[in-house]
């Protein structure tokens, strides 16, 4: 170490250590729907793509995440879930500190009304069931900023 050297040999190495890690995104996806089997796999699937999930089984776990965890960077919800629905737990991110977080919309019996309400929410897009999954991966990569 140099007389010059502001950091102690351990201190360079764990630098070297940190910058030698992969590029990780530091963000999570948190993927919303009431059917379990469904949201697990679509979390294999994005994490096969090297995509971190989170998954919440209801609009109201998935409220309570939103809260709590600034590691979400993109929203999938599914349309139709009980009690709330996706539209409802959009309100309320647009309506919250939460409001720019990009989101996404999948259902397997979405009609006309329900893609305008979307639509008129800000949702980045509308996907139908079941899911193109290199379609979304790309997606979803795009929303993160994670290279291509």
């Known amino acids: 170490m140099s007389d010059h050297d502001i950091l102690s040999d351990a201190e360079r190495e764990a630098l070297s250590a940190v910058m030698l890690e992969p590029d990780l995104p530091p963000q999570r996806v948190l993927i919303v ?16 793509d090297g995509i971190r999930c989170m998954t919440a089984g209801s609009g109201e ?3 309570d995440l939103l809260k709590t965890s600034s590691a979400i960077g993109l929203l999938i ?6 009690p709330s629905n996706g539209l ?3 309100e309320k991110v647009r309506e919250s500190e939460r409001a720019a977080l990009p989101i996404i919309i999948m259902s397997g019996d979405a009609e006309a009304p329900d893609v305008i309400d979307a639509m008129h929410l800000s949702v980045v897009d509308f996907l139908l069931k ?14 993160l900023g994670m290279a291509q």
């Open 61 to 63: 776990a998935a409220w």
């Open 33 to 48: 729907d009431d059917d379990k089997d469904a949201r697990e796999l679509l979390a294999e699937i994005l994490g096969l």
């Open 77 to 82: 919800t599914d349309l139709r879930m009980e």
């Open 130 to 143: 079941p899911i193109d999954s290199v379609k979304l991966a790309k997606l979803v990569k795009r929303e």
């Open 88 to 90: 409802k737990l959009i």
